[in-house]
């Protein structure tokens, strides 16, 4: 079964099984029926395989789901997981006694840390209000390196050799030594704030900049940068 | 399920003294009356046996277990100067992928039914030779120098340890140099502490006999009368795997952190 050549899924071996994702674009009633066809047609290659289901950004229903689920038993695949950065489809998921995180997701197999949450623009942008910003409450260590398309809040550390990639604003109520990179996808009012600004290397927009050589000695103070007359500049912040 | 519990020490950088630590932490173990069993996890470029004085009695290694070349028990080579410690040393002649996790898994269940503790020597790097020592572990022991490069290395296979969620992991600083911390040419124990956030379970100060035991193939702990305080280090970290609180936390308040700890480093 070729599924990789397919544009619309992608599949792939991961430690529990096969991890299948849908392509962005099209709709979930498009890509269930493009998925139909292809374990009818070729099902045996997959038979006896637990699989997990990344649906990107759908916003997809028990009943969708449940109808996943049947193809995918009708052809002796056992669905064990559903993937997706909306809660909606991941409640519905969980409704069903699906799973709705891999095992130590944030890294892949060979332990490199995979860009999270992966996001689509898959204009479903009226339901996406609530979903331009995302709190992360924990230390961002050495390796991972985490994209989002809104803003980023950080409450704890980003540790050097770590990278924070946002199209918005990126805060970090800590210590940031890492990469960053606010406005990544051009946008020059993007802001990077943190209580100790002190980053390897600091991007906005199309922009960079790294942090003058620090004094040890010196008391951080909470800054932000951002974009004045063509230059990325860090400015106390004292509002 | 056997009760044995299986300690793996990884870094990320190599050379920051991995071996050493498997080979003291594994001998003061067996010192205190337990049984152990260390594993040389590093396929390839194996060290283990030769700090501990075993090389020229090796006849099976972990691979030969691993392709049913021969029974585990017949790996296990026994260490003459001190009931209830063995080791099974690594192939030299294959690389990494010779074994997987699974396998690595298999085995340290078979052994945790004869033995208390099961100590693994990873090797450096984040690919299958670290995965393969991760796999078995019950707890994880991060070897770091009070260096930037191997904290940086560190904080990497920290995230990737908690990520299998086998985390958080305790850290071991080895060469420690009070005086050069003193006059802030070495990173502070507080520096370290600050970026990688975990309990610290030992530090052994910097101290040329550890590398005079390992030329010779004696662990230092070993030995009686020499390198006092690095012996006693290793014995508090020995201890403190065992259960016990030594304290060194608790010392809170009045005078400064590294004053605390350089007194706890020396006693």
């Known amino acids: ?239 | 399920m056997g009760h044995g519990k299986v300690i793996t020490i990884t870094s990320g950088k190599g050379g920051v003294g991995k071996t050493t630590v498997t080979a003291n932490l594994s001998t003061a173990l067996a010192m205190a009356g337990y049984k152990v069993v260390a594993i040389d996890a590093d396929i390839g470029l194996r060290n283990l046996d030769v700090v501990m004085g075993l090389e020229n009695r090796i006849v099976y290694d972990l691979v030969d277990v691993v392709e049913g070349r021969c029974r585990l028990n017949q790996a296990m080579i026994k260490d003459k100067r001190l009931e209830g410690l063995s080791m099974i040393p690594a192939a030299q002649t294959r690389d990494k992928n010779a074994i997987s996790p699974t396998d690595m898994v298999l085995v340290c269940d078979q052994l945790r039914e004869e033995v208390d503790y099961i100590v693994i020597d990873s090797p450096a790097g984040i690919e299958r030779g670290f995965q393969n020592a991760l796999a078995p572990a019950d707890q994880v022991i991060i070897v770091t120098n009070p260096e930037v490069s191997a904290v940086r290395d560190a904080d990497r296979i920290i995230g990737m340890i908690e990520a299998e969620e086998k985390g958080p992991g305790k850290l071991i600083i080895n060469r420690y140099k009070p005086d050069m911390v003193a006059r802030g040419d070495m990173l502070s124990i507080e520096d370290i502490v600050d970026i990688l956030h975990i309990d610290i379970i030992g530090i052994i100060p910097e101290d040329e006999k550890i590398l005079i035991s390992t030329n010779r193939g004696q662990p230092l702990v070993m030995q009686n009368g020499h390198a006092k305080e690095t012996g006693v280090a290793i014995r508090n970290i020995a201890n403190r795997v065992k259960g016990d609180e030594i304290p060194f936390i608790d010392l809170a308040v009045k005078d400064g952190f590294m004053s605390r700890l350089r007194g706890w480093v020396t006693s």
């Open chain 1, 1 to 239: 079964m070729n599924l990789e050549a397919t544009s619309q899924l992608s599949i792939k071996g991961i430690r529990d099984g096969l991890l299948l994702t849908l392509a962005p674009q099209p709709s979930f009633d498009d890509a269930f029926a493009n998925l139909s066809n292809e374990i009818q047609n070729q099902g045996d290659f997959l038979r006896n395989s637990r699989i997990a289901v990344d649906l990107g950004g759908r916003i997809v229903n028990t009943d969708q789901i449940g109808a996943m689920q049947e193809v995918f038993a009708n052809n002796g695949i056992a669905l064990w997981a559903i993937l997706s950065h909306r809660e909606a489809t991941r409640s519905a998921a969980r409704d069903l006694g699906l799973a709705t995180r891999l095992p130590g997701s944030q890294m892949d197999l060979q332990g490199n840390g995979v860009r999270e949450p992966v996001k689509t623009h898959d204009g479903e942008a009226a339901a996406d209000e609530l979903a331009n910003a995302i709190l992360i409450n924990e230390t961002v260590r050495s390796g991972r390196s985490l994209y989002f398309d809104g803003h980023v809040v950080i409450v704890g550390d980003v540790n050097p050799g770590a990278e924070i990639v946002a199209d918005g604003n990126v805060i970090v109520w800590g210590k940031l030594s890492g990469l960053v990179h606010a406005g990544a996808n051009g946008d020059e009012s993007a802001t990077v704030s943190a209580l100790d600004l002190s980053p390897t290397q600091l991007r906005i927009a199309n922009r960079i900049t790294i942090a003058p050589p620090v004094d040890k000695k010196r008391v951080p103070v909470p800054e932000t940068a951002c974009i004045k007359d063509e230059q990325i500049v860090a400015e106390a912040w004292n509002r």
